[in-house]
Each structure stands twice: as C-alpha cells, then as structure tokens.
C-alpha cells in the first residue's frame, strides 16, 4: 500500500528532469525540502520548495531573494560540515513528514554526489519513512529498509536491477519479475542487474537494505 502523502527533497546536482516534475505532481506532498542549490532548480521547473537547507553555497542569489520573499523556512549550516546538504534535508524531512520520502533532482558531473544521495536514502532518516523513492535523472528508485516492501507498477517487459548498495542483505524476495528471488544478496556481485518485470513488481527485504533502480 502507498502512503497518501508524501515529504519530497529536491537535491541540487542538475536540473530536475520533466519526468521528475510530473512524478511529484501526481503525489500528495506535505512538504518540499530544498537542498542548497535545489532551489533553483525547483524554481526553475515551476516547483515552489517550502523549505530551504544546507550551507547554501551553491545557491544563488536570486535563489536565496526567492527564499526570503517566499517566507521559506530556512535552516543554514556551515560550509564546513561532514553532512551533505541532502543528508541534512533528509534530516529536517524525517522530522516534519510521514507517509512517504521522495528524493528527485538531475545527475550532474559528480558521480559521487549521486552515490551519496544513494547512500543516504539508506540511513536513520530515510528509515523513518513507510516507503522510500527517488528520481534521479530519468533513473527512478526505491530503496527498501529492513521488514519493507516495494510494489512497483511496472509494465511487463520493463528492465529493472536489484541491488545491495548497503551491506549484505540476509533475505530478500522479489516477485513478477523473469527470475524471482528468495534469499541472500551480496553488496559485492550483480546478479540483481538487469532483471525484466512480468508486471506489477513486488521487493521485500527481510534483512538488510536493497535498491531497486528503474531506467529509462
């Protein structure tokens, strides 16, 4: 069952992608979270944040006069910090909303910021939520915590990779697809890669915390 309402952060690697846009206009959001340079991105996209956080260094400025005359919430923080500015909008999310968590921003040059964000969908904050989504670029995630499960609405034929980004997962299921699974995945091989869904897709971890990615 899918959560009613959900609390979206919008990240600043890129531009948001339209899919993106159109993926948060069909959810009930309850909160937009902002992180640094997400702001211009979102306001770009015609996405009005309600809040703003991060060291705000890549923000600009018209960004940061937006902010301010929009009343935004605004939690800064110092350029010198060992959290990323999407790690502390996880933060400040897990703190104002339930229901669901949905990340989404563009892909950059930086392919570490990308695995970051990965990353930190698997931390404390993000567990707090029932289900955990994000669309980066045009590749759509999920990432399922330990006793979760994942139902994707996939048309039959559509690729999709199952992956243990997080550590070793000591039980996982997944259902609908060309090769079902139903026990242990290493973070260490790809066996999860490239599966086809033969419909509706059902990811439920009994241990650990997967990560089902969806390209385009």
Request: charged share 15%; with cysteine; aromatic share 4%.
């Amino acid at each position: 069952m899918q959560p009613d309402r959900w609390t979206v952060v919008i990240t600043g690697g890129a531009a948001i992608p339209a899919a993106a846009v159109g993926t948060m206009r069909t959810l009930g959001t309850s909160a937009v979270i902002a992180a640094d340079g997400g702001l211009d991105h979102a306001v770009a996209a015609g996405v009005e944040p309600t809040h703003l956080v991060g060291d705000l260094d890549s923000l600009s400025a018209a960004g940061r006069m937006w902010a301010y005359a929009h009343g935004l919430a605004i939690d800064e923080h110092p350029a010198d910090k060992d959290r990323t500015d999407t790690e502390l909008a996880l933060e400040v999310a897990a703190a104002i909303g339930t229901g669901g968590l949905l990340v989404v921003g563009g892909i950059g040059e930086r392919i570490d910021h990308l695995l970051g964000i990965l990353l930190a969908l698997g931390g404390t904050a993000a567990a707090h939520f029932d289900a955990v989504r994000a669309v980066i670029g045009t590749t759509e995630f999920a990432v399922v915590h330990e006793g979760r499960r994942a139902v994707l609405d996939l048309a039959s034929g559509t690729t999709f990779s199952v992956l243990a980004l997080h550590g070793a997962c000591g039980h996982v299921e997944v259902h609908g697809a060309k090769w079902s699974l139903d026990g242990p995945l290493s973070p260490t091989e790809a066996r999860g890669i490239s599966n086809i869904a033969e419909g509706p897709v059902t990811v439920v971890s009994r241990s650990g915390i997967v990560t089902v990615a969806v390209p385009s």
